[in-house]
């Protein structure tokens, strides 16, 4: 794909909606207005292999799955991706519990990894044609506020502008767009939780049919599938931990202690990949400036253990592509100047949940045996304690956003 051009001039292109970065937020965003018959333009400063083989999250909640479908995106997660009607909870081998999910909600998640997602949405863009650039570096921002802000980037060695109406900046958390931001206009809340995340990628198979989530006394454990026949498994480590210092067999030992319950005992297999994950939670308030909008982890960043991040992006897309297609359609610029008051207070419950999750199921540093105690008190209450399962159960699977849905699909 050759970099948009018009007959501005040599490499000067113009289109309606830039967008820069090709993760979840960025590739529905494009979707969703390709669809809406809005020209976009999306640049990513990796490659296509790159974008289509990062491991990160694998949950999406039930009215994304929904939405999905009805944008022509549903065939694969469907006929490939794990429905999980339940959840289960173990805080040691004699303590585990299951929150049946639909039976709380009449709604399940979709465990669909989200370089399942990415891979599907680049093929559709691909597919019709439309403009995404991978490779793509020195992006700069210019004039955002004014009417015609411009993205100025290199492609294949030449350097290009891009004129735009909108610019949406997707391009994760340590991208150029949230720095554009003027810093009087930028209030970042932000916080970098005592732990990470150890994760590795095996070819076991799982050995129960739903998400684990470990809240052991030594620290956290999370069991996720990866279809076919993959397991992600994930537990807490200190935050200075090398991925290299630990051999395979403590590897396993550390995960048989924090997740084996009941009886069963989790699959071993080969370690494909191995990486460290940081724990961090961040919101932006505001995510807009004049003619720039933050979306997905450029604006946001949740810690993993509540499921949200991929969740939010892609609210933060939808949301988006609903207030250009006012503007577009009834010359409504309200949305657009809503946007960011508009998401804000989603992104905060979505923050709630999983930093309450993040406390539950996380060992802090100089936890004694009472804090322990309180903790799986609290996991019991949360199991087995039905009102409580239940606004768990809803907040899991996402709470019902027909409206949202309603609003993008309406004509
Ligand atoms: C290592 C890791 C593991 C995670 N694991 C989980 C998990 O287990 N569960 C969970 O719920 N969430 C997880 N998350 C969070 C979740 O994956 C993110 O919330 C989600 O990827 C957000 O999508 P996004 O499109 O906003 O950003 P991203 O997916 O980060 O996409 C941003 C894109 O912008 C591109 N880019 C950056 N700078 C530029 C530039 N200057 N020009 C052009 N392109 C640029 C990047 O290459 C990238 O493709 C994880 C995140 C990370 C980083």
Redesign the pocket.
């Known amino acids: 794909m050759t970099a948009p051009m018009s007959s501005q001039g040599a490499n000067q292109g113009r289109t309606q909606v830039g967008i820069?970065?090709?993760?979840?937020?960025?590739l529905m965003l494009a979707h969703l207005l390709q669809r809406a018959g809005i020209d976009c333009v999306l640049?990513?400063?990796?490659s296509r292999f790159h974008?289509e083989n990062r491991l990160?999250?694998?949950?999406l909640e039930h009215d994304l799955a929904t939405l999905l479908r009805q944008v022509g995106l549903g065939e694969r997660m469907d006929r490939v991706g794990i429905p999980q009607e339940g959840i289960r909870l173990h805080a040691a081998p004699d303590h585990a519990w299951r929150i049946d999910l639909a039976a709380h909600t009449g709604r399940t998640a979709m465990l669909w990894g989200?370089y399942e997602l990415v891979r599907d949405l680049i093929a559709a863009r691909l597919d019709a044609g439309a403009p995404l650039l991978f490779n793509?570096d020195a992006?700069r921002l210019d004039d955002l506020d004014t009417h015609r802000p411009r993205i100025n980037y290199r492609h294949d060695g030449e350097v290009f502008t891009l004129d735009c109406d909108f610019i949406a900046g997707?391009?994760?958390f340590n991208?150029?767009c949230r720095a554009a931001l003027p810093s009087e206009r930028l209030a970042m809340h932000q916080h970098a939780w005592p732990f990470s995340w150890f994760g590795i990628l095996t070819e076991a198979d799982p050995a129960w049919p739903e998400l684990v989530y470990g809240g052991h006394p030594d620290g956290f454990a999370l069991a996720s599938m990866r279809p076919p026949g993959l397991t992600r498994f994930f537990f807490q480590c200190d935050p200075d931990e090398d991925v290299h210092s630990w051999s395979t067999d403590r590897i396993w030992q550390t995960l048989h202690r924090r997740l084996d319950a009941g009886g069963t005992s989790l699959g071993e297999g080969h370690i494909i990949q191995r990486s460290i994950?940081p724990l961090r939670s961040a919101v932006t308030e505001t995510m807009q400036h004049g003619r720039l909008y933050l979306?997905?982890?450029?604006a946001h960043l949740l810690p993993?253990t509540g499921?949200?991040?991929?969740n939010v992006?892609v609210h933060d897309a939808v949301h988006f592509a609903t207030a250009v297609r006012a503007w577009y359609a009834q010359a409504d610029f309200g949305p657009m100047a809503r946007f960011s008051e508009e998401r804000i207070e989603a992104i905060w419950n979505a923050q709630r949940f999983c930093a309450s999750m993040t406390r539950l199921l996380h060992r802090m540093p100089g936890e004694d045996s009472f804090g322990y105690r309180l903790r799986l008190a609290e996991i019991a209450y949360l199991a087995e304690n039905r009102f409580a399962a239940r606004s768990f159960a809803e907040s899991y699977v996402g709470s019902a956003n027909e409206e949202m849905l309603e609003a993008y699909l309406r004509p």
């Not at 640049?43 to 990796?46: A, V």
Request: aromatic residues 0%.
């Open positions: 820069i970065g090709a993760g979840p937020a960025g640049l990513e400063s990796r974008v990160r999250a694998a949950v989200q793509v992006v997707c391009d994760g991208g150029i994950i979306l997905g982890d450029a993993p499921a949200k991040g991929l992006a």
